[in-house]
T-cell receptor, first 114, second 113 residues
Framework: AQSVSQHNHHVILSEAASLELGCNYSYGGTVNLFWYVQYPGQHLQLLLKYFSGDPLVKGIKGFEAEFIKSKFSFNLRKPSVQWSDTAEYFC????????????FGGGTRLMVKP | DVKVTQSSRYLVKRTGEKVFLECVQDMDHENMFWYRQDPGLGLRLIYFSYDVKMKEKGDIPEGYSVSREKKERFSLILESASTNQTSMYLCATQGAGSNQPQHFGDGTRLSIL
């Protein structure tokens, strides 16, 4: 069975600091990769996704993620965080099995200090 | 915009009760999902459905069942609620094709006393 690991459960940064959240998955075949964000009191929203092509994917709000197939990783980055980026971030993987099931990582709770 | 509506934001029930959580979508999506979200565990898939009357077990189906009588509605049922089912429950929908993202409802925070 596939699994997704997010290594940091909590991250605290000051505004303007750079962000990198790790995500590793365990499936060896073709995958689709997603990052979702959940702002306090809101529903999960898609931040960005990778299906094929350029492994560097740009999403909303200045976020990007890089798919490194050899490392089974899909790390999320942002050069300069803002207080409004305070949220929980979830990495998810779809190994193209029946039903388009997503496997989610445990989430990383980011707090950005003003 | 896709709209995924969960019937309740907060729900409190007692141990042993039968609990129904409803989810309705307005985008004619084939695929619908029920997850529970717990701190440190992320989202775990309970059940999903890829068509009317079709259902598949996810990773943690024990203690739950589902119903999909109409395409737009996917219900999660706790047959006999227990305290370890206290959690945030999230419904999601997805259009056809594995490259389609999932769209989530606001969640139902369920407490079992």
């Amino acid at each position: 069975a596939q699994s997704v690991s997010q290594h940091n459960h909590h991250v605290i940064l000051s505004e303007a600091a750079s962000l990198e959240l790790g995500c590793n998955y365990s499936y060896g075949g073709t995958v689709n990769l997603f990052w979702y964000v959940q702002y306090p009191g809101q529903h999960l929203q898609l931040l960005l996704k990778y299906f094929s092509g350029d492994p560097l994917v740009k999403g909303i709000k200045g976020f990007e993620a890089e798919f490194i197939k050899s490392k089974f990783s899909f790390n999320l980055r942002k050069p300069s965080v803002q207080w409004s980026d305070t949220a929980e971030y979830f990495c998810a993987v779809n190994a193209l099995r029946a039903g388009n099931m997503l496997t989610f990582g445990g989430g990383t709770r980011l707090m950005v200090k003003p | 915009d896709v709209k995924v509506t969960q019937s309740s934001r907060y729900l409190v029930k007692r141990t042993g009760e039968k609990v129904f959580l409803e989810c309705v979508q307005d985008m004619d999506h084939e695929n619908m999902f029920w997850y529970r979200q717990d701190p440190g565990l992320g989202l775990r898939l309970i059940y999903f459905s890829y068509d009317v009357k079709m259902k598949e077990k996810g990773d943690i189906p024990e203690g739950y069942s589902v119903s999909r009588e109409k395409k737009e509605r996917f219900s999660l049922i706790l047959e006999s609620a227990s305290t370890n089912q206290t959690s945030m429950y999230l419904c999601a929908t997805q259009g056809a094709g594995s490259n389609q993202p999932q769209h989530f409802g606001d969640g139902t925070r369920l407490s079992i006393l």
